[in-house]
Each structure stands twice: as C-alpha cells, then as structure tokens.
C-alpha cells in the first residue's frame, strides 16, 4: 500500500494495485459520519463496437447497453441486491456516463460488509432472458422521463449536431426502439469484457481505517478468481473535425425557447494532463467572458438575450470533447448569433494578469469547496486516474497557469466549421 | 442539550449560531429571514433575493460585485426560498475558502463578511427605491422563471396538486409568486416591503466551519446587526385541514410520460411524539428503493422509473409521485392505493422495520455531514421547539415499533390525487 500525501490539502491517499490488476484508492476522514465507496470500470455508452473477449472478431453492441447492464447487475437469482444494501443501513445506487460505469454506496456504520456486497455483487452478474425483458418497461419510462425534459433535450440536441458517426452522439440509455434488442447474451459479453478487475477502479472515502480496509480488499479479491487481463480492443467510427450540422431546431411543449451554441473539441493525441489543462483554461476563459462578472454575459443579460437560466460548460474525455453555452432565451436566433460573434472575437482578445490571476482564485476556490464532498473527491479522483492523471495535483496546475497560456489557447481554440447552433422551438398549440 | 455542539446567541437584532466543525475546508454562513406566508407580499419575497444580489451601494453593477467574490476564492453567495408550514423563509447562503487551505495568507473571511453585509444592508438604490433598471430587469427574469415551472413537468405537477389540494391554505401559494403582481411592483413599492422584511422578519444567523469563535462573534456583531429591532418570531400556525372526500383531478399537456402524484394528510410535523413513526413510516411506504411503492410499482410491475413518497415536515403532508405511461394510469393508481392499504394493515415485518430504522438514522447522519443539511436539521428543531442532541433523536427512531407505525398509517388520509397526463391519453 502506498502511500500519497498532499499537504496543502491536508489529504491523504492509500492506493495499491491488486495482483488481478484492480486499482484501490482510500481516503480516511473519520471528521466525517459517513462513508462512500464507488466502484468504477472504465466503460460507458461510447464503447459500443469492441472484440469480445476470447474473440477475433468486433461486434457491435444495441444502443444503450451500458447502462442497461448497469440496471441489470443490481438483479440477482434470488434477490434484489438494493435490498442486500437497505439490511445493512446504507443506500446504494449506480450511474453510466459516456465513458464510464459507477455502482456506489454511502453509510454510516457496518462499512466492510457495505465494502464486500459492493464487490461482491458487482463481480457476481445473474442475467436471464425473463429478467431481461422486465426491465425494458422500467427503462423505456426512463427514456420517456428524459424526452420530456427540455434540458436533457437541449444538451444532447447540441451533441447530436456536433458528431457525425461517434456514438457520444447516442443517447446514454439507448431509445425505446434499441433497447427491445438487449438479450441476456450481449449483457454477458459486454460485462465479460470490460468488467475484469484490471478495467475497474475502487475509491472508498470516509469514517474507514486505511490498513484494515485495504486487507479486507485485498482478501476479497484474492479469494476470487479472474481470467488473465485482457487487452481490450475498441472501436470507434472515423470522426470528421468539423460540426455535423451548422444549425438545427426541433420543437416541444416549452413556454420559452432554448438555444444552445456547440463547439466540438479536438481531442486527438491529447494527454490526460492535456485534457485537464484544456478543460481549466476553457473553464476559466468561459468564466472570464460568460460569467456573471463578464463583458460578454452583461451584454447578453440587459439585452434579454439570455437570462438565469444561462449556463456554459466544457467537457473533454477521451474520444469526444465539447462546449455548450446558452440557455432559454425570448430572442433564440439573435443570442445564438451574437454568441457566435463572441467565440470568435476570443482570438482578438487578452485576459489582463490582473483579471487571470482573479479567474485563477475562483477556480482555487471552487475546487477547495467541491473538496467538502467525499462524493466529487471519489468521482473525480477516479475519473482523473482513469485519464492518467491526479486530481489532488490539480491545485499547483491552477497555480502555474498564466495570462500567456490563455492566450496561446484562445489562438487556437475557436473555428467557424466546429460550430453548431442547436434550438427548441415552443411547440404551437 | 442540542444536536450538535452549537453556541447559541441572542444578539441585536438577531439570533446567532455557531457550531464549529473540523469537517470542511470552507466556513458557510446562512442567514435567514422568516416570516408569515401571506399571499400579498409573495412575489416581492421572491424577487428582492435577485434584486439584492445584482448591485450594492459600492457595488453598483454585477460586474463589480460578482469580480469582488470572484476575487475573495470565488466565495459563493445563493439564495432561495421556501416554506416551513405556513410560514415563509429567505436564506442567503454563503460559502467561503478556510483561509487555513490557502497559499497567501490573506483575511478573505472579514471581506467576505464586509460583502455580505453590502448585500442585505446596502443595496443600490436611487431616489426612493431600488436602482430601477435593475428592477425592471429582475421582473422579466422572475416572469420567465415563473411561466417556464411548466417545462419541468416533475415539479409542475406537485405545484398543481398543492393548488387543489390546499386551496384554501397559505401553504399552496407559489413561492416564485405570481405574474400579475409584476405590473404592480415599482422601485420604490419594492423598496419599502425590504425595508419591513429586512428590520422585521426573525433573523437567524448560522456559522459553520473550523474557526475561532470569538472571531466570529466580532463579526457577526459587526456585520448583522440590526439596531432597534427586538427580532419576534411572528410564527403563523398550520392548519390541517379534515378531509371530507377525495378528490381526483386529470389534466393534459402535452407530454410523454404521465406523472402520478397523491397528496395525502398526516395530521403529524416536526415536533410530534409520532413524528419517528411518520419517518420510519415512509421509509417502508416510499422512501428508499426497499420501500413498497418502489418494490411493487417499478420492479414488480415495470410501470414507472421512479415512485417515491416524501413528507413536509411542518404542514403534515405526506406525497406520492412517479411518472407512468399515460396508459397506465389506473393500474398504478390502484398499485399505489393497495400499496397504502397494506401499510394500514401491517402488512410488513419487525424486521423490515428494523431495517427502516437504520436506513433512516443513516439518511440523518449523512444529512448532518452536510454544512447546509447540518443547518436545515438545527432550524428545523428551533422552530418547532423540539431541539435535542443526535443521540436522543436516533434514540427516539430506534424506539419506533411496529404498531407505531400501523397507528400512524391510520392516522393518514387521501386528500387528493392529480394525474398530468397527454391530450390522447385515457384516464
């Protein structure tokens, strides 16, 4: 068990590599009542085309079986395992992501069975065609929850518009027309190939006692057996640069319209520290122009162009990276325009070093606040590791920054052909 | 005895808490104002939150403000509103970075104090009234904000039930106000009911985090205080309401999914000897995916995604929602009505109870984890009288028996059950 120590911080983490290749990482904060534990396997609705393990071929998956696996592994033969959670007092729930797959649990007390029944379950999967079937009139309400919400709509609208082929373009559950396909035997194959150990990360953050804890997970994992690592193999469609679509609408039952302007990302060849070092400077640059203390945002906000509702954010993974910004708005056509307007006056544009190093503050600030949650601690930590790097290193990558490195990025950042403008029109009556 | 290590101070003008916690790496502060829930005044309490936090005296735009927090580690100032009963709460929530986490060594939390004392005590104003086009500005936001609840169907739905089920109740008015006030408001007509709520409404003042507390103390001493006001708790009683008949309202919009939501009377708040039993009570009924309504309308029917029932603690609510295929709308009507019958007979182990009971303590130590959980916990205890320390309230839930909870099912009523559904759907 190794030990990591980050003093600023006042944090400690413990990880260890098990010998079936399963990444452990602890945190202790017995300050705190509670605990959480997330498992994670590196795995979500993109990695849709893949070889099998044990196979020469690549298949292609149905739409949303990501997370249909992730529905399904909570059924066993005999039980539900949420019940297993609710006996030992804790609550349990799981989410799928582009990229990844979470089952996760927090409680209070009994924490090393709550630690065993999440692996346990985990790496025990009990799929049949009955249960299968039953869970596609569950799923199908999901969907239809999300198709009624003009937010989720509008946000995947906008990715729809950017992507051409790569399936970040599809919906995470799938649609109520893919998921009919599901059979208990793709849910085998899929969870065969990428819920091996060596594919998964556990966190446990909370009131736990590193070196006991790392002991219970070592022999729990030791009692269990695992074929050799596989190297997985994906696929991913040939991607072009530029948006899909320049511009696209559809309309809904909203009582205001909604636009959102979409930039597609270049991630290719980027490092994990790349990645983060894009996603902070884009974060502090949107900041800067679009957040309320903004030239940009008071200009969209006293011409009505926008209002509370506005909201911008950038995201960059492996494969796929975006920013959307916009919102609700009486004038959709003129703020998406003038948005548009404004990416690209960015490359005219310097941050002053007085202003960065307040931009730079803000971050600090919000990182220090998100670190009050064992949850973003554990999620977080996770989703850097799997990119290869830290989250806990983060803070001296906010301190090294500068006006200059905004500037270069700005340079480069915004081009006319990776934009797309994506709206929600009120449906007439 | 309190919840929680808590130093509890009459002030001028105000109440103040203190309650150290080596937990975070921020200090939040919470100030809240409460007041009856009347219907005039309603939308003035919902827009003077935007309003306040748009410009100061020093700070006469947004973008010298919000630069001013930014550069304070991007302190975080929120506020919202809500109801407790009959009764109507503003809080301002502000969270600022322990100065102990932070390389320059910098007092950000005296000027974060300074700027929230600009905030409540020194807005911008003009003439008579607040700056007026701030003013006009926050009116159209507000307007949309109150026209656009529609476009979240989940949230939709619980307001329309609340319109029908407590009509005739303060507890149904809308606490994003109404669009025909608008017109109405004036600069200066806004101005003045923030000079009455601002020296009138019972103020309480929390402070959380690892700090000094005598530090604190000067603080808040210097930055809340409200002279020549004696801070009276104006409390306005609930009114529970006898049900008579049920009653079953259908409405259409145009939607996919059809959302279910039954509104019920528990005749039980916060405070009450049978208050454990309502909680252990809807931890069986709805609260958690153990519970029967998860069990029986989701994973033994396949109808719905979701269906949970939760509870308001001071008006005596309990209520149901799930969102269904407007096709489905009596089976899981009538799923949902057994499910309630079931309760009422007992139809549940001891050991269910058991279990209920530890996932119910384990939701009140998460929730005391969080600064604002920990805060809403405390507020909720001062206000109905009932404070007392954790170990005695899990004490208390640990008590709760079977036939407790059997009494308590028997004790609620269906009051009233909406259905928002599709223009095609049947009912």
């Known amino acids: ?429 | 005895m309190k919840l929680t290590k808590e130093t509890l101070l009459e002030k001028e003008g105000y109440r103040l808490h203190i309650l150290p916690s080596k937990k975070y790496k921020t200090i939040t502060i919470v100030a809240k104002f409460k007041a009856p829930l009347k219907r005039e005044g309603i939308t003035e309490r919902a827009l003077l939150p935007h309003v306040l936090q748009k410009a100061t005296h020093n700070h006469p735009n947004v973008r010298s403000l919000q630069s001013a927090f930014e550069n304070l580690y991007g302190t975080a100032l929120s506020s919202d509103g809500s109801k407790k009963g009959e009764n109507h709460v503003i809080s301002f929530r502000m969270e600022v970075v322990n100065e102990a986490y932070l390389n320059d060594q910098e007092p950000i939390l005296e000027e974060a104090f300074q700027l929230f004392n600009e905030v409540l005590y020194h807005p911008k104003t003009q003439g008579e009234g607040f700056d007026a086009s701030i003013v006009n500005r926050e009116k159209q936001t507000l307007e949309q904000k109150i026209t656009s609840i529609k476009d979240d169907k989940m949230s939709y739905a619980n307001l329309r039930l609340m319109d029908h089920m407590c009509k005739e109740e303060p507890y149904s008015l809308h606490v994003h106000g109404y669009q025909e006030d608008l017109s109405t408001i004036t600069p200066e007509s806004l101005y003045s009911y923030y000079q009455e709520m601002i020296s009138k409404d019972m103020l309480d003042v929390y402070v959380i985090g690892d700090m000094d507390e005598n530090a604190i103390e000067k603080l808040t001493d210097q930055y809340f205080s409200r002279k020549g006001s004696d801070n009276v708790d104006d409390d306005q009683a609930s009114v529970s309401k006898d049900v008579t008949e049920v009653n079953e309202v259908i409405e259409r919009e145009e939607v996919s999914q059809g959302k279910l939501h039954l509104g019920y009377r528990t005749y039980t708040k916060f405070g009450d000897d049978d208050y454990y039993a309502l909680q252990i009570f809807n931890g069986l009924f709805g609260g958690f995916p153990s519970s029967k309504l998860f069990m029986n309308v989701r994973e033994k029917h396949s109808l719905a995604y979701y269906a949970a029932s939760r509870f308001e603690s001071h008006k005596g609510l309990l209520l149901v929602f799930s969102g269904v295929d407007p096709k489905d709308f009596k089976q899981a009507k009538s799923i949902i009505l057994d499910q309630m019958e079931a309760m009422k007979t007992g139809d549940f182990t001891e050991d269910q109870v058991e279990e209920t009971k530890e996932q119910v303590i384990n939701q009140l130590q998460e929730t005391m984890d969080n600064a604002n959980g920990l805060i809403e916990v405390l507020y909720h205890q001062m206000l109905s009288g009932a404070e007392m320390p954790a170990n005695e309230l899990i004490e208390n839930i640990r008590k709760v028996s079977k036939q407790d909870v059997v009494q308590m099912a028997e004790k609620i009523e269906l009051d009233t059950i909406y259905f928002l559904t599709s223009n095609e759907g049947g009912e």
């Open chain 1, 1 to 429: 068990m190794e030990e990591l120590v980050y003093k600023q911080l006042n944090e400690t983490v413990y990880q260890e590599t098990l010998d079936n290749g399963l990444k452990v990482f602890l945190l202790s904060k017995p300050e705190m009542a509670k605990t959480f534990g997330i498992f994670t396997t590196n795995y979500g609705s993109i990695d849709q085309t893949f070889t099998p393990i044990g196979k020469d071929e690549s298949v292609t998956v149905p739409e949303g079986i990501a997370h249909f696996l992730e529905h399904k592994l909570f059924e066993k033969e005999d039980r539900d395992v949420f019940q297993d959670f609710t006996r030992l007092g804790a609550s349990a729930n799981a989410f799928t992501s582009f990229t990844k797959t979470a089952y996760l649990f927090t409680a209070t007390s009994q924490i090393d069975k709550n630690v065993k029944t999440l692996l346990d379950f985990v790496q025990d999967p009990y799929f049949s065609e009955e249960s299968v079937e039953k869970e596609k009139g569950i799923i199908a309400q999901e969907i239809r929850m999300y198709d009624d919400q003009p937010d989720w709509r509008s946000f995947f609208g906008t990715i729809q518009s950017l992507y051409h082929n790569h399936p970040v373009k599809v919906d995470i559950a799938g649609t109520v027309d893919s998921i009919q396909d599901i059979t208990k035997d793709d849910l085998y194959t899929c969870y065969e190939t990428f819920y091996h150990p060596s594919n998964m990360v556990l966190f446990v953050a909370g009131n736990i006692e590193p070196e006991s804890m790392m002991n219970l997970i070592r022999e729990n994992q030791a009692s269990k057996e695992f074929p050799a690592a596989p190297e997985i193999n994906r696929a991913y469609p040939e991607e072009p640069k530029t948006a899909y679509k320049k511009e696209h609408s559809i309309s809904m039952p909203v009582t205001t319209a909604k636009a959102m302007v979409g930039v597609k990302e270049n991630v290719e060849g980027l490092t994990g520290e790349e990645l983060v070092r894009g996603e902070l400077l884009s974060g502090m640059i949107l900041d800067y122009y679009f957040s309320r203390s903004g030239v940009y945002y008071e200009e969209l906000y006293k011409n009505d162009l926008i209002d509370d509702s506005f909201q911008f954010e950038t995201e960059l993974d492996r494969q796929f990276g975006f920013t959307i910004l916009g919102g609700d708005s009486r004038k959709p056509d003129q703020m998406a325009a003038r948005i548009k307007e404004m990416l690209h006056e960015l490359k005219e544009q310097r941050i002053s070093d007085e202003d960065f190093t307040r931009m730079k503050r803000k971050k600090i600030g919000q990182f220090m606040r998100a670190m009050n949650s064992l949850e973003f601690i554990a999620n977080q930590f996770t989703h850097y590791h799997t990119l290869g790097t830290d989250l806990f290193e983060v803070l001296p990558v906010i301190e090294s920054l500068t006006a200059d490195d905004a500037e270069e990025y700005l340079q480069h950042w915004i081009n006319e052909d990776a934009i797309t403008v994506f709206q929600i029109k009120p449906q007439d009556k």
